[in-house]
């Protein structure tokens, strides 16, 4: 029972955990904790104040939470007008200490460094117990705390600038750097005795009538789950459903005249299929007060007279997650999307995003939403037939460029513009001027401030001596035009070319089969590309390039392979070319082309209110 040195025992049991856990900053042979004021030691001439850490506390007030209280389990249920005293404690932590630096200056890093580890400390311990000891095995809290049902919590307080201006005035001390912190709550029981009320007398012959029937309590032990889909008898034990799954709870005492099931606030009694003593199987039902995240489930048992009484069960937990049942591609639409359609993939009032393999679409990116369907663009980084891409003249060597030279260029993507742009400075090689102008492309905005995200996600690489540059979401012409735009062999000498991009290999891994091999179709055309062993992404793009240039039908024979953004790109070798296909070698080789990303499946996911579909799609790109 806490009394009178409950305060005492904080501040002794702060202290003791400090000198036990604190980790010590070099060249300090020892810790001193001082409990009171923080008065600073600074001796009157220059040398070194002492390292010193002080807890000092400024204020005490009463907790508005547990005020009036009994402590659960030690009052009487008669007993009234003794409850204990709540306290919340507010300590203020000061380092102290300085060391010399040079010849006369004074520096205050080790007490920074003694408050971050005192900050520390309380962070990895803030709740002290019963069972946390020493180095020695002697318990850090007071012995006056011991044994309470509340336990001494701390956490960071922050007071404002002001306050703590106004405290070191109140202490005539200079202001030094501290850290607040407020311990809650420590409870000091009162030694008045108790009160108990007397009965007033027996109860007139005649009174309420009350009804007493013998029931036992309903109580569920474990929640399964029975998916769409499911052979019979199939039963999950992992709690994530979906709208029309069944769930399975087991328990006793879940049979009575009337049970009655609810889900959230929603009374699902309706869908109860199947119940006994010990099992009720019910499915969800498709109600908007049901919504993705975690929902509850309680079992309520019915008395003589179901409509007026009935005992709950304990609650139940499961996560009602979105269902995906289709997932539709169209690469043709600008921008190519996915179509996902289901049963709670969006809704307007919660969080949700969607990943395609490994990359995120945020919800402000979907482009339509409803409840049961949802339209997001397929990122840039998987793969992509036709990609446009704007290929600059040859730029092997790199122009000389004088001081005074314009850095002003227009930009136009997809009828978008044209805009003004510039680069940021003069580049010195190609690689800088593929950065800087990838850059000043993404920095474009229209006329009313607004991201184009044409130009937002537009990506400009160097390759063996040219410039390639793509637009965002991969539709629409790139024309760049006048000032520094010519000097880059970006207008009239440039191309605009049709590519086919492979997914993005970061980190790259060699192909796993021991003969790598590809199947290629340009136009109709069709050839199997063996690849040599490679153990790096420049030795496979050179490997794959000289593979398809052995062909000499249209397309195969001029056609190169790049190294683009940790992406592969392939430009055919002839502008005729309309349609382009990898694929893999039937009973030869069938992992290499989804290895390499040009031609992949990828698991499409959905989240709401941070529940994941459990049901798993996936979309094959390109």
Do not use: C
Request: aromatic fraction near 6%; charged fraction near 20%.
């Amino acid at each position: 029972m806490s009394d009178y040195r409950a305060i005492g025992g904080v501040s002794a049991s702060l202290q003791a955990l400090l000198l036990d856990r604190m980790e010590v900053p070099p060249g300090l042979p020892s810790l001193v904790v001082s409990v009171g004021p923080p008065i600073s030691e600074q001796p009157e001439n220059s040398s070194p104040e002492p390292a010193r850490l002080n807890l000092f506390l400024y204020q005490v007030s009463e907790s508005a939470f547990l005020k009036n209280q009994e402590i659960p389990g030690q009052g009487h249920p008669a007993a009234y007008g003794r409850p204990p005293l709540p306290l919340v404690l507010n300590y203020l932590v000061t380092a102290f200490g300085t060391e010399t630096v040079g010849e006369d200056a004074l520096s205050e890093t080790r007490a920074h460094m003694l408050l971050g580890s005192a900050m520390q400390t309380f962070h990895d311990f803030p709740v002290i117990t019963d069972a946390l000891l020493d180095r020695n095995s002697n318990p850090i809290l007071h012995e006056s705390l011991r044994g309470e049902f509340e336990k001494v919590k701390l956490h960071l307080d922050p007071i404002s600038l002001e306050d703590l201006s106004k405290l070191w005035t109140a202490l005539m001390q200079p202001f030094r750097i501290s850290a607040a912190y407020s311990v809650s709550v420590v409870q000091i029981e009162s030694r008045r005795k108790r009160h108990f009320p007397r009965p007033v007398g027996e109860p007139p012959g005649q009174g309420p009538r009350v009804i007493v029937f013998p029931m036992g309590t309903p109580e569920i032990t474990a929640l399964w789950v029975h998916r769409q889909g499911d052979a019979p008898g199939v039963e999950h034990p992992y709690p994530f459903a979906s709208i029309g799954d069944t769930l399975i709870l087991t328990g006793i005492n879940l049979k009575s005249a009337g049970t009655r099931v609810r889900i959230g606030k929603l009374d699902a009694s309706q869908g109860i299929t199947s119940i006994t003593r010990d099992r009720l199987a019910v499915d969800i039902p498709d109600n908007s007060d049901l919504q993705p995240g975690a929902q509850p489930v309680v079992v309520i048992t019915a008395g003589p007279d179901p409509a007026r009484s009935g005992v709950p069960s304990n609650q139940a937990v499961f996560m009602l997650v979105p269902l995906i049942t289709g997932v539709a591609k169209d690469t043709a639409a600008s921008p190519r999307r996915i179509t996902i359609s289901g049963n709670r993939v969006y809704s307007a009032g919660l969080s949700g995003e969607v990943l395609i393999g490994d990359f995120l679409v945020e919800r402000e990116a979907y482009l339509e939403a409803a409840g049961n369907q949802i339209d997001i663009p397929i990122p840039d980084p998987l793969p992509a037939w036709p990609a446009p891409v704007l290929r600059s003249g040859d730029l092997s060597t790199f122009p000389a460029m004088a001081s005074g030279t314009a850095l002003d260029m227009t930009v136009e993507i997809n009828g978008a513009g044209p805009f003004d742009t510039s680069l940021a400075r003069l580049p010195a090689d190609i690689e800088e001027t593929a950065r800087l102008l990838q850059a000043a492309i993404r920095k474009v905005r229209d006329h009313e401030g607004r991201i184009i995200p044409a130009f937002q996600g537009a990506r400009v690489a160097a390759d063996r001596g040219r410039l390639l540059v793509v637009p965002g979401r991969l539709k629409g012409a790139v024309t760049l035009g006048g000032g520094i735009a010519d000097l880059l062999k970006l207008t009239t000498q440039a191309t605009r070319l049709h590519s086919y991009l492979s997914g993005r290999l970061r980190p790259y891994r060699a192909p796993s089969a021991v003969t790598p091999k590809l199947r290629l179709t340009m136009n109709g055309a069709t050839h199997d590309l063996t690849l040599a062993v490679t153990g790096s992404f420049a030795e496979t793009v050179n490997s794959l390039e000289s593979a398809i240039q052995g062909f000499g039908d249209s397309g195969f024979a001029g056609a190169r392979v790049s190294h683009f953004d940790d992406q592969i790109m392939v430009i055919p070798g002839a502008a005729s070319v309309s349609t382009v296909t990898f694929g893999a070698v039937p009973g030869d080789d069938e992992s290499t082309v989804g290895e390499l990303q040009l031609n992949a499946h990828y698991r499409v996911r959905v989240r709401v209110n941070g529940a994941e579909n459990v049901v798993e799609k996936v979309v094959s790109l390109p």
